[in-house]
T-cell receptor, first 111, second 114 residues
Framework: KQEVTQIPAALSVPEGENLVLNCSFT??????LQWFRQDPGKGLTSLLL?????REQTSGRLNASLDKSSGRSTLYIAASQPGDSATYLC??????????FGKGTKLSVKP | NAGVTQTPKFQVLKTGQSMTLQCAQD?????MSWYRQDPGMGLRLIHY???????DQGEVPNGYNVSRSTTEDFPLRLLSAAPSQTSVYFC?????????????FGPGTRLTVT
């Protein structure tokens, strides 16, 4: 059974710091992996999707990597800002559109 | 495009009542699904559909019914609401013809069952 784990569960950093969020999964036979952002009481905002044949994706200050063989993905946030404060969710595609989510990392960036 | 829309945004039910959560998408996506999000549990798949007339169960289907009569709509029915169904419900869709299968999520429905 596929399980997705995100460590740490919560993280507090000062503004301007570079940081890494971790996601691990138990079954390497995944289709894709997607990172989302969720603000309190809000829906899911897609940040980056990495297809199974890719190793990384970049968007602005965000970079996500995927290593299927080790069952790991990381989300790198450069020069963090208070506006980055949110919960970050990792989800692996067990099949087309069938996602298994981690429980998220709650990030707080202090001014 | 409106993307994925969900109604209502908020709902309070009494135990035993029934209701339907609506989900619609205007992107002509074949694949649609429902998730629930609970504190400490993450998002879990309830039901999904790979096209009109085809539905299947996800991880937590008990207490929920779905049908898919059109490509655009995928309603989720609670036949007899229970307090354990208090949750935030998200609908999602994707294009099965796209290599990425990227999921697009609706804004969610917050349901409280008393």
């Amino acid at each position: 059974k596929q399980e997705v784990t995100q460590i740490p569960a919560a993280l507090s950093v000062p503004e301007g710091e570079n940081l890494v969020l971790n996601c691990s999964f138990t079954d390497s036979a995944i289709y894709n992996l997607q990172w989302f952002r969720q603000d309190p009481g809000k829906g899911l905002t897609s940040l980056l999707l990495i297809q199974s044949s890719q190793r990384e994706q970049t968007s602005g200050r965000l970079n996500a990597s995927l290593d299927k063989s080790s069952g790991r993905s990381t989300l790198y946030i450069a020069a963090s800002q208070p506006g980055d404060s949110a919960t970050y969710l990792c989800a692996v595609y067990r099949s087309q559109g069938n996602l298994i989510f981690g429980k998220g990392t709650k990030l707080s960036v202090k001014p | 495009n409106a993307g994925v829309t969900q109604t209502p945004k908020f709902q309070v039910l009494k135990t035993g009542q029934s209701m339907t959560l609506q989900c619609a998408q205007d992107m002509n996506h074949e694949y649609m699904s429902w998730y629930r999000q609970d504190p400490g549990m993450g998002l879990r798949l309830i039901h999904y559909s790979v096209g009109a007339g085809i539905t299947d169960q996800g991880e937590v289907p008990n207490g929920y019914n779905v049908s898919r009569s059109t490509t655009e709509d995928f309603p989720l029915r609670l036949l007899s609401a229970a307090p354990s169904q208090t949750s935030v419900y998200f609908c999602a869709s994707s294009n099965s013809g796209a290599l990425s299968y990227e999921q697009y999520f609706g804004p969610g429905t917050r349901l409280t069952v008393t």
